[in-house]
């Protein structure tokens, strides 16, 4: 079984940055896949960024060209560098990431949420 560990959440200023960073444990093979999503209160899950091993991001469209998404494959560890905050970044942050280990076909692991508040 694999365990997702999320940390770098915290509080920043309106046009700050701030790197969220999501560490997996377990007999890990292969991370196949990334993805970072947010739902803030009263609003919808979000799918933020996603990532697979070819390295092609995709990115929502209220973030592009401020957030980037990052797959280490060697150290089992999957970022989202976010810059130019803005206060509706404000969001429960999630990692989730589709992983193949040497003794399980490839499964889908979520991480505990993050908390990121972005003050104005």
């Known amino acids: 079984q694999v365990l997702l560990v999320p940390s770098g959440g915290g509080l920043v200023q309106a046009g700050g940055s701030l790197r969220l960073s999501c560490q997996a444990h377990g007999n890990i093979f292969r991370v196949n896949a990334v993805e970072w999503y947010r739902q803030a209160p009263g609003k919808r899950r979000e799918l933020v960024a996603s990532?697979?091993?070819?390295?092609?991001?995709n990115y929502a469209d209220s973030v592009k060209g401020r957030f980037t998404i990052s797959l280490d494959n060697h150290a089992n560890s999957m970022y989202l560098q976010m810059s130019s905050l803005k206060p509706e970044d404000t969001a429960v942050y999630y990692c989730?990431?589709?992983?193949?280990?040497?003794?399980?076909?490839?499964?889908?692991?979520w991480g505990q949420g993050t908390q990121v508040t972005v003050s104005s």
């Open positions: 990532t697979g091993s070819d390295g092609l991001p």
């Open positions: 989730a990431a589709s992983v193949q280990c040497w003794d399980a076909p490839p499964t889908d692991y």
